[in-house]
């Protein structure tokens, strides 16, 4: 795994605003819910896997969750799961050996090369009829609305390569002023240290790839 592969994340270095953004993302859990719904039984991969919140909820008798991290000081040891160190662009899996992979705000870089790389070798890796399922940022909403810079996915791009889309209407629910505003400044800057308000309309974007 090459290093100009890894993308940087904040949460490795300042676990407590990832506590606060892991908590208050999508609160009501209808990401969960859709690939609870979309997933197959079988062995499934989890690209980014970060510290394994999403993975620990997925794992099940008929559902076996490997998370696949690259960065050494997002993984949860301690969560009851097949961990592995490693990047979306060399995935150490021969062809056809998941049921099912899924990455969950993980790719960003609609068209750039890296991108492209993770996601062939994800098909790559599926079996056939197998799904990889990609969850982003779909933007046109109020947390998005903050962004300096455009990290949302672009759904042409994912269409362009046989993905199906989805939205998901979810919100940011923070439980206090203090900790809205601290995750706020630390993603979009000093126009966020006075905001009011509690919850964020937040708009998710699932695609869907089904491998023949």
């Known amino acids: 795994m090459k290093k100009e592969n890894i993308i940087p994340f904040y949460g490795s270095e300042e676990k407590d605003l990832f506590e606060i953004e892991r908590r208050c993302m999508d609160k009501s859990g209808k990401v969960l819910e859709f690939l609870k719904k979309n997933l197959p039984q079988g062995k499934i991969l989890d690209i980014g896997a970060g510290n394994g919140y999403t993975a620990q909820h997925l794992n099940s008798s008929t559902k076996t969750i490997y998370a696949m991290e690259p960065s050494e000081g997002?993984?949860?040891y301690n969560k009851n799961l097949i961990w592995l160190?490693?990047?979306a662009q060399d995935l150490p899996f021969h062809s056809n050996y998941f049921d099912a992979i899924y990455s969950t705000w993980?790719?960003?870089l609609n068209g750039h090369p890296r991108e492209n790389l993770g996601i062939k070798e994800a098909i790559?890796?599926?079996?056939?009829n197998g799904k990889f399922i990609i969850i982003n940022n779909y933007g046109h909403d109020k947390f998005c609305s903050y962004m300096n810079d455009d990290i949302t996915a672009?759904?042409?791009f994912y269409k362009s390569l046989g993905f199906s889309f989805h939205l998901i209407k979810?919100?940011?629910d923070f439980e206090n002023i203090s900790e809205a505003r601290k995750l706020m400044t630390h993603f979009f800057g000093n126009k966020c240290e006075n905001l009011l308000d509690l919850q964020y309309?937040?708009?998710?974007?699932a695609y869907i790839f089904?491998?023949?």
């Open 210 to 212: 089904e491998k023949k």
């Open 74 to 76: 997002m993984a949860d």
């Open 201 to 205: 309309e937040y708009k998710i974007a």
């Open 124 to 128: 790559r890796a599926l079996k056939p």
């Open 85 to 87: 160190k490693g990047g």
């Open 154 to 156: 672009d759904p042409e």
């Open 106 to 108: 993980a790719y960003f």
């Open 170 to 172: 979810s919100s940011f």
